[in-house]
């Protein structure tokens, strides 16, 4: 048995495409890259050290300085950065929102790009981001497209923060995923579109079962074959 395809997942911020990537990571037995958890790291980090969030050439030195992990636990995956467990602090609204604003600098994708390459070149793998199928994996195997409506998502992104206990109001939930969607679709450099050979599928209405049954269907199509660790 081969060491497996590479499966590419790009979307909208609460598109559901961690969701679908790490289950379908794990019936495939196959490695999970978070690739928004590399920005939101990096964002926070700059936050944390003070470096501003248009200095570049500062988080270009600084993205390139981190040492990422990734862990399974009880808990879920977490996300170790320089031996430091920063899994529920990157995923802080304000982290959000700094992680687009550090993504637009390409100094801070350059540095990511070789390392997201390098965990993706053995195969065996799904990644999930912006811009995995149209620059990071441009070879992948399968690359999807998830998308739903700015409403849906909406929606779901208030539930989760509702259920860790976050005091906010949709309308502003929903504005600050457009202003993300705006942001990541419209930046020179890498931004988020879907690549001309991704599948697309509109989790608008479905549940996030149907959407891991849609894509594992898909990457059994293209040869993945299932070894659960
Ligand atoms: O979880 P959510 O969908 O809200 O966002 P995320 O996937 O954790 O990514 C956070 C931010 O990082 C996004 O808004 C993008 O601006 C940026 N990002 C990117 O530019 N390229 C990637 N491959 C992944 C994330």
Redesign the pocket.
Known sequence: MGPGICIAI??????G??TVARRVAKALGYAYV???????SV?LVALERGVPLEDGLGLGALAASLRFGFAWSLEGLRVIVDGRDVSSR??AEAV?QA??????RPEV?SA?LAL?RELGAAGGVVM?????GTV?LPAAELKVYLDASVDERARR?HAELCARGVDVRYGAVRAE?HQ?DA??KQ?DV?P?RRAEDAVLIDSTGLEADAVVRAVLQLAHERGAVAHPV
């Open positions: 790009d979307g909208p911020a609460s598109s495409k961690g978070d690739t928004g958890a590399m920005y939101r964002a990157i995923r959000g992680a687009s604003a550090v993504a637009t994708r990511l997201q999930d981001g912006r811009d995995i990071i992104r995923l993300r942001q990541d930046r890498a988020l």
